[in-house]
């Protein structure tokens, strides 16, 4: 259930496209190219079930691999897929539900439902929603893997993230905790007076229709997917996470369908009002996280949703306003390259080349200085290795080739804003040469920045 809140592999593949026109034409959707795009990734590469809805109606579905490995039983459309923390929007719409039927409110303190969580007093629900209540992830928690598939309850898997220090002051800054969404679930389930499965399906999944999704239920049924590792060419089961203990954090069990069906509902304010869904999407538009969506940008494109992983499932879904278009990727294999897959579709949805090597020159410089930038540039706890060089002399710009942990390789230019400066403004990206050291700089929009070293 553990979430890569768009890890900065991933993060950094879809944030450093260059600038594409914005999409406002209608979609013309090609089939046929989709289906080559997923096949070329073979079965060992792509194993899970991948769903498009545009306007509220599946538009394309395709399955490949196995659901069940020792019985050959192949994955379809019906199967369903543990999607570790896509479950956090569900919760979070509930939170709002309860928002709107006047029984809570954003500001509501934590401490008026659990008040032996330490700092509860200084807690909100909102803080909570947008993982900046400082809380310890209990999924981190050295033993965590020695009790995640334990019987546990909610109340002890409290007990354990409790006893850690706060990582900040609440509301002083960002920092995804699978624990927030826990004490929602409890704060849920107090207020209902009833278990979240129930809560679940009373308010969302009998509503809106939502017949292949359950929670908290540890049984595999018959149309649920085990997961698998790949690990020296042999396929080796991943252990079972307790449900019932990751409950609204990333206790549910779906399929792409109703998945996509969900978050088309809810962006169409078809399940909480326009008011509420533009709350929940606020801080999306600055690439924060917003109160149980997750902001993942595709060249000038901006979507929102949620990514997952639980046991081996990996799990993305996202709503891009541009078409209306719902994305749902359900994968019972994990793998640490699936980004790659995820750009192509969305290139071929959107008509876009993510390689596109259009002129981005806007500064005088000597061509032997470019020259001297050329190289290899590593930083081991990021990547495998980023290649910096030149396009050509003419158009004076670099192109950073980047590759990483078993992804294809991925390009783009930047232009010169001074010597040993280039920048991509669209993108808020920043890429500084310090010469003397042998260092590449990036600086991201918030100003963070990440160091690679140039082998000599």
Same mark, same amino acid.
């Given at each position: 259930?553990?979430?890569?809140?768009?890890?900065?592999?991933?993060?950094?593949?879809?944030?450093?496209?260059?600038?594409?026109?914005?999409?406002?034409?209608?979609?013309?959707?090609?089939?046929?190219?989709?289906?080559?795009?997923?096949?070329?990734?073979?079965?060992? $590469?792509?194993?899970? *079930?991948?769903?498009?809805?545009?306007?509220?109606?599946?538009?394309?579905?395709?399955?490949?691999?196995?659901?069940?490995?020792?019985?050959?039983?192949?994955?379809?459309?019906?199967?369903?897929?543990?999607?570790?923390?896509?479950? +956090?929007?569900?919760?979070?719409?509930?939170?709002?539900?309860?928002?709107?039927?006047?029984?809570?409110?954003?500001?509501?303190?934590?401490?008026?439902?659990?008040?032996?969580?330490?700092?509860?007093?200084?807690?909100?629900?909102?803080?909570?929603? @947008?993982?900046?209540?400082?809380?310890?992830?209990?999924?981190?928690?050295?033993?965590?893997?020695?009790?995640?598939?334990?019987?546990?309850?909610?109340?002890?898997?409290?007990?354990?993230?409790?006893?850690?220090?706060?990582?900040?002051?609440?509301?002083?800054?960002?920092?995804?905790?699978?624990?927030?969404?826990?004490?929602?679930?409890?704060?849920?389930?107090?207020?209902?007076?009833? *278990?979240?499965?129930?809560?679940?399906?009373?308010?969302?999944?009998?509503?809106?229709?939502?017949?292949?999704?359950?929670?908290?239920?540890?049984?595999?049924?018959?149309?649920?997917?085990?997961?698998?590792? &790949?690990?020296?060419?042999?396929?080796?089961?991943?252990?079972?996470?307790?449900?019932?203990?990751?409950?609204?954090?990333?206790?549910?069990?779906?399929?792409?369908?109703?998945?996509?069906?969900?978050?088309?509902?809810?962006?169409?304010?078809?399940?909480?009002? +326009?008011?509420?869904? !533009?709350?929940?999407?606020? $801080?999306?538009?600055? &690439?924060?996280?917003?109160?149980?969506?997750?902001?993942?940008?595709? &060249?000038?494109?901006?979507?929102?949703?949620?990514?997952?992983?639980?046991?081996?499932?990996?799990?993305?879904?996202?709503?891009?306003?541009?078409? $209306?278009?719902?994305?749902?990727?359900?994968?019972?294999?994990?793998?640490?390259?699936?980004?790659?897959?995820?750009?192509?579709?969305?290139?071929?949805?959107?008509?876009?080349?993510? @390689?596109?090597?259009?002129?981005?020159? +806007?500064?005088?410089?000597?061509?032997?200085?470019?020259?001297?930038?050329?190289?290899?540039?590593?930083?081991?706890?990021?990547? @495998?290795?980023?290649?910096?060089?030149?396009?050509?002399?003419?158009?004076?710009?670099?192109?950073?080739?980047?590759?990483?942990?078993?992804?294809?390789?991925?390009?783009?230019?930047?232009?010169?804003?001074?010597?040993?400066?280039?920048?991509?403004?669209?993108?808020?990206?920043?890429?500084?040469?310090?010469?003397?050291?042998? !260092?590449?700089?990036?600086?991201?929009?918030?100003?963070?920045?990440?160091?690679?070293?140039?082998?000599?």
């Amino acid at each position: 259930m553990k979430s890569t809140y768009i890890p900065f592999i991933i993060f950094l593949f879809l944030y450093f496209f260059p600038q594409a026109q914005s999409v406002e034409k209608e979609i013309d959707f090609d089939k046929d190219q989709m289906d080559k795009i997923i096949s070329s990734f073979g079965e060992n $590469n792509f194993m899970g *079930n991948i769903s498009l809805f545009e306007n509220g109606n599946q538009i394309y579905n395709n399955s490949t691999g196995y659901k069940d490995r020792k019985n050959e039983t192949l994955i379809d459309e019906k199967t369903r897929f543990r999607i570790g923390s896509i479950s +956090k929007i569900f919760t979070a719409v509930m939170i709002m539900q309860l928002i709107e039927e006047n029984k809570l409110d954003l500001e509501s303190s934590l401490s008026e439902f659990i008040p032996r969580v330490k700092l509860s007093d200084q807690i909100t629900i909102e803080q909570l929603l @947008s993982h900046k209540s400082g809380i310890f992830n209990y999924t981190e928690l050295k033993d965590y893997y020695n009790f995640h598939q334990d019987t546990l309850n909610l109340q002890e898997i409290v007990d354990k993230f409790n006893i850690k220090r706060r990582k900040f002051k609440p509301g002083k800054k960002y920092q995804y905790s699978n624990s927030n969404y826990v004490l929602l679930t409890l704060i849920l389930e107090q207020i209902e007076q009833d *278990n979240y499965g129930n809560i679940l399906k009373k308010k969302i999944l009998e509503p809106y229709q939502l017949n292949n999704t359950y929670c908290c239920d540890n049984k595999y049924l018959d149309d649920d997917a085990k997961s698998y590792y &790949f690990v020296k060419n042999n396929w080796i089961d991943a252990e079972n996470s307790n449900l019932e203990i990751a409950s609204g954090a990333g206790g549910i069990t779906s399929n792409g369908y109703d998945v996509n069906r969900f978050l088309s509902l809810l962006f169409s304010n078809q399940i909480l009002s +326009k008011k509420s869904v !533009n709350l929940m999407k606020l $801080n999306t538009l600055n &690439f924060e996280y917003g109160l149980g969506l997750d902001p993942i940008p595709f &060249f000038n494109i901006i979507g929102v949703g949620h990514d997952g992983r639980i046991d081996a499932f990996l799990s993305y879904s996202y709503y891009f306003e541009q078409g $209306n278009l719902s994305l749902t990727y359900l994968s019972n294999i994990y793998r640490n390259d699936i980004n790659n897959l995820l750009i192509r579709i969305l290139s071929n949805y959107y008509k876009l080349d993510y @390689s596109d090597i259009s002129s981005y020159e +806007k500064h005088e410089i000597n061509y032997d200085d470019l020259k001297s930038f050329s190289g290899h540039y590593f930083k081991r706890k990021l990547f @495998s290795s980023a290649k910096i060089q030149i396009i050509n002399k003419e158009n004076k710009t670099l192109r950073i080739k980047v590759f990483g942990n078993g992804i294809d390789e991925m390009e783009f230019g930047i232009h010169a804003i001074s010597k040993n400066r280039f920048i991509s403004e669209i993108l808020g990206i920043e890429v500084v040469f310090d010469i003397e050291n042998s !260092n590449l700089i990036a600086i991201l929009g918030d100003g963070e920045e990440h160091k690679f070293k140039k082998r000599k």
